[in-house]
């Protein structure tokens, strides 16, 4: 079954930089589009990037263009997001998805 474990999310500054990471299993990892979602407290869940199976298709939200990079590694089956100049508006939990699954989330919080 598909498995999808986020992780590298924590406390920074704004200004600040983080890289998160999903590990992912149970599926063909290079076959898929994968995106990240975040939703912030008391707010809808909102896509912020997505990128193909081979890498080459990247596509961001408005609110991150130019500040986050998705990348995979289809041979370690790991799915990045680099988040740079981060905002007090960027405090979410944010997910790893393919298709309708997704992971457990990890929290990023800027203050």
């Known amino acids: 079954h598909v498995q999808l474990v986020e992780s590298g999310g924590g406390l920074v500054q704004p200004g600040g930089s983080l890289t998160l990471s999903c590990a992912a299993s149970?599926?063909?990892?290079?076959?898929?589009?994968m995106a990240w979602v975040r939703q912030a407290p008391g707010k809808v869940l909102e896509r912020v990037s997505s990128?193909?199976?081979?890498?080459?298709?990247?596509s961001y939200a408005d609110f991150v263009k130019g500040r986050f990079t998705i990348s995979r590694d289809n041979a370690k089956n790991t799915l990045y997001l680099q988040l740079n100049s981060l905002k007090a508006e960027d405090t979410a939990m944010y997910y790893c998805t393919k298709d309708q699954n997704r992971g457990q989330g990890t929290q990023v919080t800027v203050s």
């Open positions: 149970g599926f063909t990892f290079s076959e898929y589009r």
């Open positions: 990128i193909d199976g081979s890498g080459m298709l990247r």
